[in-house]
């Protein structure tokens, strides 16, 4: 089982020997940085959402899930997502918010969070609070989606999307 925190390093401004290399630096307050799972790669076991948190590393909210084999890991939380709801990834989940699928599995029209690039590598698009990506048309493998900035960007179609808007839109 992995941490779910660790503290995060302050610098101060200062390089390998010590010496104020940057002025202004030190001073902050200590953060905990928490490990988001951008992969969703616990296909088919179902997760129930313990709480949801405030991350201050990040805008989107975060959801603490406990899965069925008895690990926890954090997830960026989409809007709907509530205390008792279970998250699943996989071909057969649901098309809820807070579920992890394909981008060839979901219909066209769908609002998409945490979208991979390339298969298996993990979310990197649409991570910050109340973004949405838009599933637009589907060719052979691939999948076209309308990013935020509306660029249309054309993905393969195995890659892992998490269905919904992500929450804290304020």
């Known amino acids: ?13 200062r390089d390998t020997s010590g010496q104020v290399s940057v002025r202004h630096q030190g001073g902050e ?20 959402v313990a709480s949801i948190e405030y991350d201050p590393n990040r805008t989107a909210e975060i959801a603490l899930i406990h899965y069925a084999d008895g690990e926890k890991k954090y997830i960026l939380s989409p809007l709907g997502l509530k205390i008792g709801n279970v998250v699943k990834s996989g071909l057969d989940a649901e098309i809820r918010p807070g579920n992890a699928l394909p ?16 298969p298996g590598r993990g979310g990197q698009l649409a991570r910050g609070a ?3 990506i838009i599933i637009q048309a589907k060719e052979g493998n691939h999948v076209d989606l309308k990013l935020p900035s509306g660029e249309l960007r054309r ?11 992500l929450g804290n839109i304020d």
């Open 1 to 13: 089982m992995s941490k779910l925190k660790f503290i995060r390093k302050k610098n101060s401004g």
């Open 29 to 48: 307050h200590k953060r905990f940085m928490r490990v988001i799972d951008f992969k969703r790669n616990k296909i088919d076991v179902p997760g129930k």
């Open 103 to 118: 981008l060839k599995a979901l219909p066209l029209g769908t609002v998409v969070h945490n979208v991979e690039l390339t």
């Open 130 to 132: 109340g973004t949405g």
């Open 155 to 165: 993905v393969d179609g195995r890659c892992f999307a998490t269905v919904g808007t």
